[in-house]
């Protein structure tokens, strides 16, 4: 037996199988996924310190900012903007932000589009009357309007990020009619509120899986967690910040966004 070549065979072989394993190890281990946030106030993380002092209204509590460093996410550009709207992701320079590097985009927007903060002031302020109307205009602009606003922000966001995967953020039910009234709004106010915000969820799912984006949903998390719960995760509609997540709220959309999020999916 040639002890010297059955040697210099196993150390080729050794030295095959550690070029293979450099070459298919690091790349897999190293890779990153590029982050962007985009969107509204609850992309930005508005109503949690120090959004109120800061452009924006931006905070660490934002989805996208909780969510950096997770699953090998790397947050490059975080311009969500409270005020929002889909129209306005082109001249605030959030569509900008994107890049064909960009991996993954964060994204909530809509809500402004509808004026649905001004619906539920109706609601809370107002008569019977006001409130019904301004709930049935809502409704309206939901359906008749929103989709075709949706759709052309989703069509830029694909054009300057071709290779991204897009999360779309829908937003909670606000009001938990068990616990009774809020302010003006009685609990059947209240049930007509939650029913538009379903509606409102389900135009934008509709329009975001057309364009492929995944939707993530956060209605169920928030069950027994409205403004007038005894463990809200809003703020409730007197305190500065009004009806966005208080800081549980924010951590579970942080939670519903990585639930979501499957790296081995990625792009």
């Known amino acids: 037996?040639?002890?010297?070549?059955?040697?210099?065979?196993?150390?080729?072989?050794?030295?095959?199988?550690?070029?293979?394993?450099?070459?298919?190890?690091?790349?897999?281990?190293?890779?990153?996924?590029?982050?962007?946030?985009?969107?509204?106030?609850?992309?930005?993380?508005?109503?949690?310190a120090p959004s109120f002092t800061t452009p924006c209204g931006r905070s660490d509590a934002a989805p996208a900012t909780s969510i950096d460093g997770r699953m090998r996410l790397a947050l490059d550009d975080f311009v969500a903007c409270a005020g929002a709207r889909t129209t306005d992701l082109v001249p605030q320079g959030q569509i900008a932000a994107l890049g064909p590097d960009t991996d993954v985009v964060t994204l909530s927007i809509g809500g402004n589009d509808i004026g649905w903060s001004s619906t539920?002031?109706?609601?809370?302020?107002?008569?019977?009357?006001?409130?019904?109307?301004?709930?049935?205009?809502?409704?309206?602009?939901?359906?008749?309007?929103?989709?075709?606003?949706?759709?052309?922000?989703?069509?830029?966001?694909?054009?300057?990020?071709?290779?991204?995967?897009?999360?779309?953020?829908?937003?909670?039910?606000?009001?938990?009619?068990?616990?009774?009234a809020v302010l003006?709004?009685?609990?059947?106010?209240?049930?007509?509120?939650?029913?538009?915000?379903?509606?409102?969820?389900?135009?934008?799912?509709?329009?975001?899986?057309?364009?492929?984006?995944?939707?993530?949903?956060?209605?169920?998390?928030?069950?027994?967690?409205g403004v007038n719960a005894p463990e809200p995760w809003l703020i409730w509609p007197t305190a500065p910040g009004s009806f966005h997540p208080n800081a549980p709220g924010y951590r579970a959309y942080a939670a519903a966004v990585t639930a979501a999020i499957k790296p081995s999916a990625l792009r």
Not at 16 to 32: D, E, F, H, K, Q
């Open 184 to 225: 003006g709004a009685s609990p059947a106010e209240q049930v007509v509120l939650n029913d538009g915000a379903d509606l409102l969820n389900a135009t934008i799912r509709t329009a975001a899986e057309a364009h492929g984006y995944v939707f993530v949903d956060v209605t169920d998390r928030f069950v027994d967690h």
């Open 120 to 180: 539920v002031v109706a609601c809370l302020g107002g008569t019977d009357a006001q409130c019904a109307g301004a709930v049935a205009l809502t409704r309206g602009r939901i359906t008749s309007v929103l989709p075709g606003l949706l759709d052309a922000a989703y069509d830029k966001v694909d054009a300057a990020a071709p290779g991204a995967t897009v999360f779309v953020t829908g937003y909670p039910r606000l009001f938990s009619p068990d616990y009774g």
């Open 1 to 48: 037996m040639d002890i010297p070549r059955l040697t210099r065979i196993g150390s080729l072989l050794a030295a095959v199988a550690l070029v293979t394993t450099g070459l298919a190890g690091p790349s897999s281990a190293a890779r990153t996924f590029e982050l962007d946030g985009l969107g509204d106030s609850y992309a930005s993380g508005y109503g949690v």
